[in-house]
């Protein structure tokens, strides 16, 4: 029987993803509220290896279908080692991307459709998250926010790409609106902290953490 609590956090590239959950962390430390923050692709040692194979700029020829099981793979790998033996203690665990990105990248993304949700099923199990965050922000918006240079593969992608990836997403938040909090993330970002801290209070409580 799982006991912890498990919140993940979505959005298109330069939705101020990794700011918002900065404050997160900031937010469960200053309330002393223990909690594991941790990221995908990565997440443990094997799951990092992959993650440097997946997001490779010189890793042109990858297909489509080996990007969604590497993704799927390091999710297994981070579900099984760290994920769920802290959910079932009672802990509460934040994740940076799951389940839905890979829907909305390379579902949607990559047009594979509905392949990526039954690979992605094996990975998880019965483990999905109870409250997902999705920063909603356009992508054409998105992709002004980052810069040329640093791009990694899937975000050197074309608009088109970042296009589909955001109706993917809209789309999830529409067939589960009991587990998703949609954030307007085109605000400035400390309303966005604001709007999210806001919820996270209210999630804990309901918990009772
Ligand atoms: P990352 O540098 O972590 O980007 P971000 O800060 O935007 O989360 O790179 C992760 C990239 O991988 C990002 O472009 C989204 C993509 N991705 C997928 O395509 N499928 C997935 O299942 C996951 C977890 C990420």
């Known amino acids: 029987m799982r006991r912890g609590l498990f919140i993940t956090v979505e959005g298109?590239?330069?939705?101020?993803?990794?700011?918002?959950?900065?404050?997160l962390r900031n937010f469960f430390s200053e309330r002393n509220t223990e909690c594991l923050f941790t990221r995908?692709?990565?997440g443990t040692a094997i799951g990092e290896k992959l993650r440097d194979i997946i997001l490779d700029r010189n890793n042109r020829e990858m297909c489509d279908m080996t990007e969604a099981l590497l993704y799927a793979a390091?999710?297994?790998?981070h579900v099984n080692q760290l994920i769920?033996?802290?959910?079932?203690?009672?802990?509460?665990?934040?994740?940076d991307r799951f389940i839905d990105s890979s829907i909305?990248?390379?579902?949607?993304?990559?047009?594979?459709?509905?392949?990526?949700?039954?690979?992605?099923?094996?990975?998880?199990?019965?483990?999905?998250?109870?409250v997902t965050f999705l920063l909603e922000l356009s992508p054409k918006?998105?992709?002004?926010?980052?810069?040329?240079?640093?791009?990694?593969?899937?975000?050197?992608?074309?608009?088109?790409?970042h296009n589909r990836v955001f109706?993917?997403?809209?789309?999830?938040?529409?067939?589960?609106?009991?587990?998703?909090?949609?954030?307007?993330?085109?605000?400035?970002?400390?309303?966005?902290?604001k709007d999210i801290l806001e919820h996270m209070e209210h999630i804990l409580r309901d918990r009772g953490f």
């Open 12 to 23: 298109p590239d330069g939705s101020g993803k990794s700011t918002q959950i900065e404050y």
């Open 167 to 193: 109706e993917g997403y809209e789309k999830i938040a529409d067939l589960y609106p009991e587990r998703f909090v949609r954030i307007d993330a085109g605000r400035d970002r400390m309303t966005v902290k």
């Open 74 to 77: 390091s999710r297994a790998q």
């Open 141 to 161: 918006e998105g992709k002004s926010r980052i810069e040329e240079n640093g791009q990694d593969r899937l975000e050197q992608e074309k608009i088109e790409f």
């Open 104 to 130: 909305a990248y390379q579902g949607y993304g990559r047009s594979l459709g509905d392949s990526v949700r039954l690979i992605n099923e094996l990975a998880v199990g019965d483990c999905m998250p109870d």
């Open 84 to 95: 769920r033996p802290v959910l079932e203690a009672g802990g509460i665990v934040i994740c």
């Open 40 to 42: 995908e692709p990565g």
